[in-house]
C-alpha cells in the first residue's frame, strides 16, 4: 500500500517577481488559476501570498478574500493556508486577513536572519498569533526556520495555545537560516518525533535545494512543498513552466517511494481538518 504525501503548492511567495520567471502568479486571477493548474496535478494544500499591482508584498484583505474564493470554487476540498510571513510588511498587519478564515495559517516560532533582514516574530507576537488563530478555529502550520523554533512550537502546546496534533515544517537553505544539510533534515524529524509526537511535518528546501528536499520528504515518509515562491527553477539549467509543472515532478517520483499524492479530502483527514463543506 502507498502512502499518501501532501503537497503543499506555495504559488507566489513575497520575493520572485515576473522578471525572474513569467509564470510567477500575481494577480488573484493568476494566482486562482495557477493554483487550480497545481491542484490538477496533485497539490492538496496552497501557501498564499498576495501582492499589490505593483508586485510589492500586501496585507489587503479583500486580496485574500479573492483568493480563497476562487480556490474554492474551482479547486473543491484544497486547503488554503495565508501566509503571516513578515517580508514588506509591519507586524499589525500580517494577520490582519485571518478573520476570513483559512484551513491554515503560517506560524513562525521565533525570529531569525534572512538574506539582507530580520525576520522578527517576538515572543508577545507569535503567542497573540497563535490565539488569534485558535480563536478562529484555524490551523497553523508551524514555520521552523532555525531550531528553537521547534522547541517554541512545543511550549505553545504546554500553553494551550497549539493542538498536539500540530502540523510543522522545516525551512531549509535560506541563506543566514538553517542549512539543507542531510543531517540536519535527519535531526529535525527526530527531534520533532520526541518533542511534538503527534505532529505531521513537511520540509521546504530553497531555491537550488527544492528538489533535494521533495526527495528526502518522500524517502522519509514526510510531506512534500514546493512551488514557484522557493524556486522559480525547475532544475539548474530550466526555469519552471507553472506551479503546476513543479507540483507535477513530485507527483512523478511519488512510485519509487512508495507514495501517492493525498486527495483533498485525504490531506483534510491527515492533518486533522474538518471536510470541506
Ligand atoms: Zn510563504
Same mark, same amino acid.
Given at each position: 500500500?502507498?502512502?499518501? &504525501?501532501?503537497?503543499?503548492? !506555495? @504559488? #507566489? ?7 525572474? =520567471? ?9 494566482? @486562482? *488559476?495557477?493554483?487550480?493548474? +497545481? ?8 501557501? @498564499? ?21 476562487? @480556490? ?9 493556508? $495565508?501566509? #503571516? ?10 494577520? !490582519? ?16 536572519? $534572512? ?9 508577545? $507576537?507569535?503567542?497573540? /498569533? ?16 532555525? /531550531? ?16 498536539? =496534533?500540530?502540523?510543522?515544517? $522545516?525551512?531549509?537553505?535560506?541563506? =543566514? ?6 543531517? &540536519? ?9 520526541? &518533542? ?10 530553497? +531555491? ?11 524517502? !522519509?515518509?514526510?510531506?512534500?512543498? #514546493? ?15 507553472? =506551479? ?17 499524492? !493525498?486527495?483533498?479530502? *485525504? ?11
Amino acid at each position: 500500500m502507498s502512502q499518501p &504525501v501532501v503537497i503543499t503548492v !506555495a @504559488i #507566489t511567495g513575497a520575493l520572485p517577481r515576473k522578471k525572474d =520567471n513569467p509564470a510567477v502568479p500575481v494577480t488573484p486571477s493568476e494566482q @486562482i *488559476e495557477s493554483t487550480h493548474e +497545481a491542484f490538477e496535478a496533485g497539490a492538496a494544500l496552497a501557501h @498564499i501570498h498576495v501582492r499589490a499591482p505593483d508586485e510589492s508584498p500586501s496585507s489587503a484583505p479583500e486580496l485574500f478574500a479573492e483568493v480563497q474564493e476562487g @480556490i474554492r470554487r474551482h479547486c473543491p476540498g484544497m486547503i488554503v493556508q $495565508f501566509s #503571516t510571513g513578515g517580508r514588506g510588511r509591519e507586524q499589525a498587519a500580517r494577520g !490582519a486577513m485571518l478573520p476570513l478564515r483559512p484551513d491554515m495559517a503560517s506560524l513562525a516560532t521565533g525570529s531569525v536572519n $534572512f538574506p539582507a533582514s530580520i525576520y522578527e516574530n517576538p515572543p508577545d $507576537f507569535v503567542e497573540g /498569533l497563535a490565539r488569534t488563530m485558535q480563536e478562529l478555529r484555524i490551523k497553523p502550520e508551524i514555520e521552523v526556520f532555525d /531550531l528553537a523554533m521547534l522547541y517554541n512550537a512545543a511550549q505553545l502546546v504546554k500553553k494551550g495555545l497549539l493542538e498536539p =496534533n500540530a502540523h510543522v515544517q $522545516f525551512v531549509l537553505g535560506i541563506p =543566514n537560516a538553517l542549512p539543507a544539510r542531510r543531517s &540536519v533534515f535527519d535531526f529535525l524529524i527526530s527531534e520533532l518525533a520526541e &518533542v511534538l509526537p503527534q505532529a505531521t511535518w513537511v520540509a521546504a528546501g530553497v +531555491a537550488r535545494h527544492q528538489w533535494q528536499v521533495n526527495q528526502w520528504c518522500l524517502a !522519509a515518509g514526510g510531506h512534500c512543498r #514546493t512551488g514557484l515562491e522557493d524556486s522559480v527553477r525547475y532544475d539548474e539549467t530550466r526555469l519552471a513552466r507553472s =506551479n503546476a509543472d513543479l507540483v507535477q515532478r513530485i507527483v512523478d517520483a511519488c512510485d519509487e517511494h512508495g507514495r501517492r499524492p !493525498a486527495t483533498a479530502a *485525504e490531506a483534510r483527514q491527515l492533518l486533522g481538518l474538518p471536510q470541506a463543506a
